[in-house]
């Protein structure tokens, strides 16, 4: 399983760290990602971060703002949000993919989700 923490409530234009603990499992051979569901919307994926070779992808609602990071040692996985804006409050969940082939993470694809970090950004 893995477990997010790290949500909360910040101004626009703010920062917050997302971290998801995955040391349950062989961490090395999972991509780990981020999604994220605003209420009434479908469930969004924002950043992977490859198993393989630690390259990264991102949404292009979030490229240039989010850094997707991971500590092998710590089996973590990070999220940091820069320049936050309304329109990114949502529920964001980790999710995990055994030795994915592809950058981006399909929600089919995925072997394992955590319960969700509510993150708020008000105006």
């Known amino acids: 399983q893995v477990v997010e923490s790290g949500g909360g409530l910040a101004q626009a234009g703010g920062s917050l760290r997302l971290s998801c603990d995955a040391s349950?499992?062989?961490?090395?051979?999972?991509?780990m990602g981020w999604f994220r569901q605003a209420p009434g919307q479908e469930r969004e994926f924002i950043s992977a971060?490859?198993?393989?070779?630690?390259?990264?992808v991102y949404a292009e609602s979030v490229k240039g703002r989010f850094t997707i990071s991971r500590d092998i040692a710590k089996s973590t996985v990070y999220l940091q949000m820069n320049s936050l804006k309304p329109e990114d409050t949502a529920v964001y969940y980790c999710?995990?993919?055994?030795?994915?082939?592809?950058?981006?993470?399909?929600?089919?694809?995925?072997?394992?989700w955590g319960q969700g970090t509510q993150v708020t950004v008000s105006s």
């Open positions: 971060i490859s198993w393989k070779d630690n390259s990264t």
């Open positions: 349950t499992l062989t961490f090395v051979r999972y991509t």
């Open positions: 999710a995990a993919e055994f030795m994915a082939t592809t950058q981006i993470i399909e929600p089919c694809r995925v072997d394992f």
